[in-house]
């Protein structure tokens, strides 16, 4: 429960819509906001472990805000909007909807352990990095469109 109140925290931190009838370029702009909060939370704890910033006091908070973001990633997709030009999104994310959920659960996996980690500090959140970003890249290759 104390998860699924921090992700509606999130989102309405975000201005992202709990629910109501959706649109395509609305459903596109919600799944890119959940994929850049996943980003920014990322690359806000590398920062931290790398010792690149001073702000290990919220360490905890970018870790635990990460997990529970990963959290929404299938139900980000859920709704089939925006293949093609107005998304990087890959039809495959619906037609191989076990696949992408079962990858969308590796991430979430990953930013768990990196939210454990980091109640220890920078240096191990930071060794737990390397599993996430590989959980990103994965789930990139086989259902996100690559960019020039």
């Not at 994929?35 to 790398?50: D, L, N, P, R, T």
């Not at 959290?71 to 994310?93: R, T, Y």
Request: aromatic share 4%; proline share 2%; charged share 25%.
């Amino acid at each position: 429960m104390k998860t699924v109140m921090r992700a509606a925290l999130v989102a309405a931190a975000m201005g992202l819509p709990l629910s109501a009838a959706s649109d395509d370029e609305g459903d596109i702009k919600y799944r890119q906001a959940v994929m850049k909060s996943v980003s920014g939370h990322a690359g806000a704890i590398a920062q931290i472990a790398k010792g690149k910033v001073s702000h290990v006091d919220a360490l905890v908070a970018h870790a635990e805000a990460l997990a529970d973001v990963t959290a929404m990633v299938p139900a980000a997709f859920k709704n089939q909007a925006g293949v093609g030009d107005a998304s990087d999104a890959k039809a495959e994310i619906w037609s191989d909807w076990a696949g992408f959920e079962s990858r969308a659960k590796d991430l979430h996996d990953a930013a768990l352990a990196v939210a454990e980690a980091a109640e220890s500090g920078p240096d191990a959140a930071g060794a737990k990095l390397e599993a996430l970003f590989d959980a990103c890249k994965a789930c990139h290759k086989d259902y996100r469109v690559k960019r020039n």
